[in-house]
């Protein structure tokens, strides 16, 4: 089906799964999404919801209790979704691309049995412990550290800006973690750590810019004992599988950066018919209507960009170049879409119960998470052999 992803030509069974999750995020989505975000509170009705449908599952087999679908499927989901609402769109993304796809990738049989049911039913979430305080986009300063105890893991560190890390139904985080040396370079691997497990802590939330409906936390990890069937993948390949993660991932969160760009379209071609001033809509004026054409075509840039990623990455074709592309495209559309809406909106663009005022304070997160711009602009760089 690779050949069809163009933006007007989907075939049938995406279009209308597009459709349904369209249908979803603005019935059930929106009109709690402003609640949430201004009591900072996780959506556990929406993700049931979203269980409910099957999103966790789209791109996993329905032997793991999964729908059966595509890493596309998901991606569409995800720019339905962050038309309305980011918080609950990345809940969605970093439960299936970090929290359940490192599981399906690189687990053994009885992993992905125990757990992967629990996962792509939205009835558990998992998170993946990477980040740390000196180590963000330089993975490799990984600290935290996992020494084998006869048949037992004993883990010990921390982890900052982790998502899905801290809710009630938080199942488990897969922790990257230094598990010895190897030629004087660090031996890398992942392992699975249970919620719930003593000297585990998902420590205070934090208090964001944005994103205030999504579930963030520092973890710390004392002496922690896992055992060590719990590791995940080859034992010093966890950089290498976290890597590729990051590169599939990439592409759903552009996903999530054209809805955020489409939404502040929408949001301000209804804006600009309906606000009055000096005696006609606002959207009669060249300035307005030429500001908002540059939005859509920003979004629609944006867009091309990730469905092209999609395509290649279910051909099963390299896509790591164009994956970056399509996560700077179309971050920097959202986030500068969202500054252009709120101009459009004027004083009311600064007010928090518009749509385009939480767009402004959660985009800038796009530009940062899962890569930052530079590094997007690194990796293209290597994609082109400099």
């Not at 809940?91 to 990738?105: D, F, I, K, Q």
């Not at 973890?219 to 993660?245: C, K, M, Q």
């Not at 990051?246 to 054209?258: F, M, P, S, Y």
């Amino acid at each position: 089906m690779t050949e069809y992803l163009s933006t007007g030509t989907l075939p049938e069974e995406y279009r209308q799964l597009a459709l349904t999750v369209r249908d979803f995020a603005q019935q059930v989505v929106a009109p709690v999404a402003a609640k949430h975000d201004a009591e900072q509170s996780f959506p556990y009705e929406v993700v049931a919801g979203m269980g409910e449908m099957g999103l966790f599952g789209l791109p996993f087999p329905e032997e793991y209790g999964g729908m059966g679908g595509d890493y596309f499927a998901l991606c569409l989901a995800l720019e339905e979704l962050g038309k309305v609402d980011q918080s609950v769109a990345i809940t969605l993304e970093a439960g299936v691309s970090l929290g359940a796809m490192p599981l399906y990738r690189f687990g053994t049989d009885e992993q992905k049995k125990e757990w992967l049911p629990q996962l792509t039913s939205g009835q558990g979430l998992g998170a993946f412990g990477l980040t740390e305080p000196d180590a963000g986009s330089d993975a490799g300063g990984t600290r935290t550290t996992a020494v084998l105890d006869g048949d037992e893991w004993v883990i010990n560190g921390s982890k900052q800006f982790i998502t899905n890390s801290g809710t009630d139904i938080t199942r488990l985080i897969t922790v990257t973690a230094v598990t010895g040396d190897n030629g004087g370079k660090k031996e890398i691997s992942t392992i699975l750590v249970p919620a719930g497990t003593p000297g585990f802590v998902a420590e205070p939330a934090y208090s964001k810019v944005g994103w205030h409906a999504s579930d963030t936390h520092p973890l710390s990890f004392t002496d922690v004992r896992v055992p060590a069937a719990n590791l995940l993948g080859e034992r010093g390949r966890g950089y290498a599988n976290f890597l590729r993660i990051l590169d599939e991932g990439r592409i759903a969160i552009a996903a999530l950066g054209v809805g955020v760009a489409q939404g502040c379209v929408d949001e301000c071609v209804g804006y600009a018919k309906e606000r009055v001033a000096f005696g006609r809509p606002i959207g009669h004026n060249q300035a307005i209507a030429f500001k908002i054409a540059r939005m859509e075509a920003r979004a629609h840039t944006a867009r091309t960009a990730y469905y092209d990623a999609a395509a290649l990455m279910l051909a099963g074709k390299p896509f790591k170049k164009e994956a970056s592309i399509a996560k700077m495209v179309s971050s920097e559309a959202a986030m500068d879409n969202a500054r252009d809406a709120t101009q459009i909106f004027g004083g009311n663009g600064y007010m928090n119960e518009y749509l385009v005022a939480r767009h402004y304070r959660d985009s800038k997160i796009l530009e940062v998470g899962e890569g930052t711009t530079e590094v997007q602009l690194m990796l293209i760089a290597r994609g082109l052999g400099l």
